[in-house]
C-alpha cells in the first residue's frame, strides 16, 4: 500500500475531439444557412425581378421605377416589344447603356413632417446623359437640374418623401422634373445614387 500512495497515477489527457467536433457542426450550421439563404433571398426578398435573371443578349426589364423614357418622354415599350418576343436584333441605344454621365453634390433639403417639425433630407443624384452629351457641355445645366430637384423636394412633405412605399414615384416624379428642367436632348435618366431622410 505504502507503494501505491508513493507513486502518483498519471493522469490520462482527453484528447480535444469534443471541440473539434463542435466547430465542425457550427461550421455545417452556417454553411448550410448561407447556401439556403442565397437560394431562398431571391424568392422572398425580391420577387420574381431578383429572382429573373436575363439570358445572353436579352435586355434587363427596366424595374417599375426606373422612369427611363426615350427622347420623346414616352416609355419605351414599344422598342421593347420585338427583344421579348424573340427578335435578337439588338437596339441601337439599349436601355442599359450609359455613354456619360453627370454627378450631382449631394442636395441637402428641410421639409416639414406631419408633426410641424423640420427634418432633413439629403439626396445624391446622378444624371446619364443623352449619346452624344458630353459632360462638359451638360455643365451649364447642372443649375437648372439643382434647381429642380430641391424644387421637388421642398413641395413634398417628409412622409411622402421617407415612405418607402412611395420610392418608386418619387423617381418617377423627381425623372420628369429634372429632364423637363435640363432638356430631353440632354438627360436620359436621373440616379438616385444616396437617399437619407433624418
Given at each position: 500500500m505504502s507503494e501505491e500512495a508513493s507513486?502518483?497515477?498519471?493522469?490520462?489527457?482527453?484528447k480535444g475531439k469534443g471541440k473539434l467536433?463542435?466547430?465542425?457542426?457550427?461550421?455545417?450550421?452556417?454553411?448550410?444557412?448561407?447556401?439556403?439563404?442565397?437560394v431562398l433571398a431571391p424568392k422572398y426578398l425580391?420577387?420574381?425581378?431578383?429572382?429573373?435573371?436575363?439570358?445572353?443578349?436579352?435586355?434587363?426589364?427596366?424595374?417599375?421605377?426606373?422612369?427611363?423614357?426615350?427622347?420623346d418622354g414616352e416609355?419605351?415599350?414599344?422598342?421593347?416589344k420585338p427583344a421579348e418576343e424573340g427578335d435578337k436584333k439588338p437596339k441601337k441605344e439599349a436601355l442599359g447603356d450609359?455613354?456619360?454621365?453627370?454627378?450631382?453634390?449631394?442636395?441637402?433639403?428641410?421639409?416639414?413632417?406631419?408633426?410641424?417639425?423640420?427634418?432633413?433630407i439629403k439626396v445624391g443624384l446622378s444624371i446619364e446623359l443623352v449619346e452624344g452629351t458630353k459632360e462638359a457641355?451638360?455643365?451649364?445645366?447642372?443649375?437648372?437640374?439643382r434647381e429642380a430637384a430641391i424644387g421637388y423636394f421642398r413641395t413634398r412633405d417628409f412622409e411622402q418623401l421617407s415612405d418607402p412605399k412611395n420610392f418608386t414615384q418619387v423617381v418617377k416624379d423627381l425623372n420628369k422634373e429634372?429632364?423637363?428642367a435640363v432638356g430631353k436632348k440632354r438627360a436620359k435618366r436621373v440616379v438616385i445614387t444616396d437617399f437619407v431622410a433624418q
Open positions: 507513486e502518483p497515477k498519471p493522469v490520462e489527457k482527453k467536433v463542435c466547430i465542425l457542426v457550427a461550421l455545417a450550421l452556417i454553411l448550410g444557412a448561407g447556401a439556403a439563404g442565397a425580391g420577387g420574381d425581378k431578383a429572382a429573373h435573371k436575363p439570358a445572353e443578349g436579352e435586355e434587363e426589364a427596366a424595374p417599375e421605377g426606373s422612369a427611363e423614357k426615350g427622347e416609355a419605351a415599350t414599344d422598342e421593347e450609359v455613354h456619360e454621365i453627370q454627378n450631382l453634390e449631394s442636395i441637402v433639403v428641410d421639409t416639414r413632417a406631419v408633426d410641424g417639425n423640420l427634418r432633413h457641355e451638360f455643365k451649364s445645366y447642372v443649375p437648372r437640374a429634372i429632364i423637363l
